[in-house]
């Protein structure tokens, strides 16, 4: 009854959509798969899929590039066969996105199968995720990101904490549910705030001593339970370099997938000219100074590589353009550009 059910209302809001943008009738596809199993079951045999191993994606290095390969049902098929799996492993698969066309794309972890045999039949190699984030084209990075947050959140949720029962997650993965005890649980991710600090001439970069050498990046901090971003923003300025900010603009935001699922909340903030003198951290930060602009653009030049100096130590650089830091960065840039002199 409910199958006929959803067949119905499947038909009447595909009439509906004929009305509707490729977007919204996107999104109401996306959220149809997510709703109903027995559409996602069906979506999956028509759908593309990557592939991740322990949470590391599958690569193609074609020449200089790094390509992100799509598998298709078939392909699917054919290499689980090949190593004597059934095609239930399909169903382990979790929907992260589809085409303007409808074809629903999936993520699938294949960790407990052998990797070199998966590499060496498809040519590619299961790349860790802080390095395949950076070298794929930066159009494909967020899907990546989100992908394998996806994956780890259910790798991580497999129990209920309440009653210690395994969950089970829908077909497409945007929830699992403990039958014990009826709880529901969704993908989480925790809420950061990221500021570019100035003082209307200078702007304040940090360090944290596992960032990799001479990376310099704006200060960021978790949301407290309960708190605001703007209470956020101006308690991580205040604990971390000890000022005070006057006033702040949001800029943008950016989910990333380091430690686990954060939802970057970025903004630019100033604080008051009689008020610059920094008190770091040091339990927090291994640096904490003012930029001025010269040294911005000297930084924006640099990457890891090219900072190196022949006596070992490293000039200032910066995250590259995947991180919502070197938009802030740039943004900044421009700002100080465009200011009437
Ligand atoms: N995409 C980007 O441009 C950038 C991203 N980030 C990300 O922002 C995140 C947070 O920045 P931090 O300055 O390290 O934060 P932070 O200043 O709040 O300090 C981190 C500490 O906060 C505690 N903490 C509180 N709530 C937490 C939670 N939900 N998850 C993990 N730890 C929690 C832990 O003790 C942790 O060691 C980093 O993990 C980093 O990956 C940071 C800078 C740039
Ligand atoms: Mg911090």
New binding site residues.
Partial sequence: MAAIYQAVHRRASSLFCRFHSTYVKKMRYLNELKEDDDFCRQAQTSGTFYLFHNLSPFLQKVGKKYLLPQLSAAEMKRILEKMKETEQWIEKSVLIGCSDEHVPHFALDLGALEKSVIESELQGSFTDLRKALFVVDVKDSPLLASAQALLRWHESHQYCSKTGQPTQKNLAGSKRVCHASGITYYPQM?P?V?TLVSDGSRCLLTR?SSFPQGMY??????CDLGESVEEALRR?VAE?VGLEVESFQYSAS?H?P??SS?L?IACHALVGGQQTEISMNSL?LEEARWFGLEEVLEGLKRDYTSSKQDDGSFLPWF?PKQ????KLINEWVKQQTSRPT
């Fill in positions: 925790s950061v990221i944290q990046t704006a200060l960021s901090g978790f991580e971390e950016q990333w380091f430690p954060c970057m927090e995250p991180a919502i830091a070197h």
